[in-house]
């Protein structure tokens, strides 16, 4: 067994935790055994019949399945754990680190990103005293957190950085400083380079550009991720992109939130799973992720068309007042055939757009309601309304929007190269990150997997939703301390009963912690103790390959 692989030192050593009887599904796939976990310090120390064996806490985990701590592979709470470090959605469902960067990460900025960021700093008395990533994550290492946080460069960040929201090509000179940016940020720890092509001002860029900065990225061993350039439509060149990206960068690559948006588009995910398969079997590494939802969640803005939003905030501003470009945005909005991703007319019209998050407490009267209702309520044509509450909240609301069916969701879900992403910074149902309402998939995306797609409909094995959620995102990002249960590994550990795990979250009601997870360790620490938060903030930054200050380990 494990034990005596370990030799005497594991049965002279004293565990400061010994999780006992527990049913133990180690997060490579394989069958779940029966046995014992001993931690001591931050790491698993010892795995197998370890019942005698003094340890300063045991818990006794009979009934329950003990798991690798669950990796969400697009957190997006690099700020609001600054907000609030208890990380509370997301421990709640026994998430024990983050992966995130969306396009534009939390850095590098410059000093106009940083001016654009304050209105939102200020609101919730967060001090921006960085520029570079790894100011950053010294920001983060002195407020702390409850989870463990990893993030990709952005893409669009960088491009902002260097040009802009300007809607043109990069020239030779600035591709040489977005290079250089990406190349500094690979040194202090990030994972490697991420697009969002659907939205300003990644989507200003290139093939050619993104693929001459994800070279910087492999350079150091990094991964490419994308929110690609279609979901809709154009799905099927969005893949050819994808793929192009990954040979001629020679990169992994990873695609955020599979989906096919909006009913005319539902017809191809099948197709959609065979081109990814297609492409790996000639040789290039493509995965992906997916959050359990048939409804997706975005700016409003992304309900507007894409030149609205060029050359920054003020510019869509002024266009929004302007009576003339109004009429054009209506007619544009209602528009079958236009080329941008129309989001608005893919979940059909204002009916299908609900207004959840705003910063603006005048516009708080309005969350919850569809676009439909906001239109009613302001005695104004829906569009209008959309376009007046994007000036109000200067384009810092957010909706969710009806785009994809559950068919599409399982088959994405189930499918063995998708990890899981909630798509969600994390929240709560107390203190400041509770003004504004949420998607569910920020409070439940991981307990839904297990209740629904696991025990209720066995389209998963218990053995497989946990390697999905924990050994396949480790390896997709090179994290290799981290995803399986084993001697040696840090002990990031999720313990929750499968008769019971249930995501409680609504959209109507979206502000609910899920149920069932009974204890979740972080870097060896208890988060979450039978049932409860606790006051332990041992997350820590995860670097990635191309850290400079690396240490061999001991």
Known sequence: GAVSSLG???????????????RIVDGTGAPWFSG?????????????????????????????VVAPGFIDMQGQSEFTVLVDNRAASKITQGVTTEITGEGASIAPLNEGLAKDMLPKFKHYGVELDWRTLDQYFAH???????????????AGGVRHCVIGADNRPATSVELEQMRRLVSQAMKDGALGLSTALQYVPDRFASTDEVVELAKVAASYGGVYITHQRSEGDRIFEALDEVFAIAERANIPTLIWHLKTAYPA??????????????????????????????????????????????????????RLKDPAQRERIRKEMDDPNVTWENQWHGSGGPGGVTLVSVLNPDLRQYQGLTLAEIGRRMGKDPRDAAMDVVIADRGESSAVIAIMNEDNVRAVIIHPLVSFGSDSEAQAEDGPLSE?????????????????????????????????????????????????????MMADVTIFNPATIQDVATFTEPLRYSVGVRYVFVNGRPVV??????????????????????QPSP
């Not at 103790?529 to 690396?550: H, I, K, N, S, V």
Request: proline share 5%.
């Open 140 to 154: 983060l290492l002195h407020t702390k957190s409850a989870i463990n946080i990893g993030t990709f460069v952005g």
């Open 36 to 64: 014992d976990l001993g931690i001591a310090g931050d790491r698993i120390m010892a795995v197998g019949n370890l019942g005698s064996i003094t340890a300063r806490t045991r818990i006794d985990a009979t009934g329950l």
């Open 436 to 488: 504004a309402m949420a998607h569910p998939r920020a409070f439940g995306t991981f307990p839904r997997v297990l209740a629904r797609y696991v025990r209720e409909e066995h389209v998963l094995t218990l053995e497989e939703a946990i390697r999905k959620m924990t050994s396949l995102p480790a390896n997709r990002v090179g994290l290799t301390d981290r995803g399986i249960i084993r001697p040696g």
């Open 265 to 318: 588009n539902w017809g191809k995910m099948g197709e959609v799973l065979r081109r990814i398969e297609t492409a790996r079997s000639r040789g290039l590494d493509i995965s992906a992720t997916a959050y359990p939802y048939a409804r997706a969640f975005n700016g409003l803005v992304a309900c507007l068309p894409i030149w609205v939003q060029e050359g920054g905030t003020e510019k869509m501003l002024a």
């Open 8 to 22: 005497d030192a594991a049965h002279t050593q004293t565990f400061d935790f010994l999780i006992t009887g527990g």
């Open 529 to 550: 103790r039978d049932g409860q938060m606790t006051d332990e903030r041992p997350g820590r930054p995860l670097r990635g390959p191309g850290f400079a200050g690396a």
